[in-house]
C-alpha cells in the first residue's frame, strides 16, 4: 500500500491535514467505493444501492435513457438499468455523477474552476475506462475511478489555501504524490491508489508494464487535448492519435473518440 505520509513533501503532508475540508462521502457513496474492492459484485447490490439514493437513481435512469444507448423501451428501474449495461458500467456513471456534485460545496481559492475540474477528471475517466477495455491491463475496472480522482491531490492543495489565488502554472507541483495518498486514506484498491501516484510517471508503475498509471497517463493528456483541461488553453496543433502510440491502439483512435463524445457528452448533463 502507499504510505500517505512518509514520502511526502512537507506542503503535501499539511495539505492531507485538510482532507476534513473536503466533504465526506454520503454512507451510499461509500458502500459504492468499496465495491470496487471486491472481485465479483452482484448487480443486485449494486442496484440495491443506488435505488436509496433517489436524486441518483433519478439521473441513472435519465442517463440510460439518453440517446446514447438508444434503446427501444424506456427503462423504468434501476435493476434493469444495470442488468442492460452491467454492474461496472453503471457504477462508473453512480460514483461520477455524485463525485462531481460532491465538490461543487468546497470553498475554493480565486482562479480554481469546479467546473473545469469536473470536467477534466470526467473526461480523463471516461477516456481512461474506454482505454482499459482495448488494453490488457491489470485491474481495468478500475480505470473509470483511477481517471476520475487523479487529481484529487490538485482539488486538496487548492481548498487547503482558500485565499491564495490558484495558478495553473505553479500549483501543480505533487500533486500525483499527494492524490496517491489521499486515496490510500480512502482506502481504495492498490491499483486505483498507483494509477494516481503514478499518472506522471507511470513507467514507475510496474516496472515498465503497461499499468491502469498508464492508461491514466494516455487519458489524462488526451482530455487536455481536446481542450478538456484544468486550466484554459489556446488551441494547439498536433497528432491526437501520437497519445495512443504507448498503448499500441494508435489505429484505433477514431472509434475511440467517437465513443468518447458520445459518452462525455452524456455524462456531463448530470453534474
Request: one cysteine or more.
Amino acid at each position: 500500500m502507499i504510505s500517505a505520509e512518509p514520502g511526502c513533501s512537507l506542503s503535501a503532508a499539511q495539505a492531507l491535514r485538510n482532507l476534513d475540508r473536503l466533504p465526506p462521502f454520503s454512507p451510499i457513496l461509500n458502500r459504492l467505493l468499496a465495491t470496487l474492492a471486491e472481485e465479483d459484485v452482484s448487480f443486485g447490490r449494486v442496484a440495491d444501492l443506488i435505488e436509496k439514493d433517489t436524486v441518483l437513481a433519478g439521473n441513472v435512469l435519465r442517463l440510460v435513457n439518453s440517446a446514447l444507448y438508444g434503446l427501444s423501451g424506456t427503462v423504468n428501474s434501476v435493476r434493469h438499468a444495470v442488468a442492460i449495461l452491467g454492474v461496472n458500467k453503471l457504477r462508473n456513471a453512480a460514483l461520477g455523477m455524485s463525485i462531481s456534485r460532491l465538490w461543487t460545496q468546497v470553498r475554493t481559492p480565486p482562479g480554481w474552476s469546479t467546473a473545469r475540474f469536473n470536467l477534466h477528471s470526467t473526461a480523463t475517466a471516461v477516456l481512461a475506462d474506454l482505454l482499459s477495455q482495448r488494453v490488457p491491463v491489470p485491474y481495468p475496472e478500475g480505470g473509470f475511478v483511477a481517471g476520475l480522482l487523479h487529481d484529487i491531490g490538485k482539488l486538496l492543495a487548492a481548498v487547503s489555501e482558500p485565499e491564495e489565488p490558484w495558478d495553473a502554472e505553479t500549483s501543480g507541483t505533487g500533486h500525483a504524490e499527494l492524490s496517491g495518498a489521499v486515496l490510500a486514506r480512502w482506502n481504495l484498491p492498490e491499483p486505483i491508489q498507483q494509477a494516481a501516484l503514478f499518472h506522471h510517471a507511470p513507467a514507475e508503475a510496474a516496472g515498465g508494464e503497461i499499468h491502469l498509471a498508464t492508461l491514466v497517463h494516455a487519458a489524462d493528456g488526451l482530455a487536455n487535448a481536446l481542450g478538456h483541461s484544468l486550466a484554459p488553453r489556446p488551441p494547439v496543433e498536433e497528432d491526437l492519435a501520437a497519445h495512443l502510440e504507448p498503448l499500441g491502439i494508435r489505429e484505433q483512435f477514431a472509434e475511440l473518440i467517437e465513443q468518447f463524445e458520445s459518452e462525455f457528452a452524456a455524462l456531463r448533463e448530470h453534474f
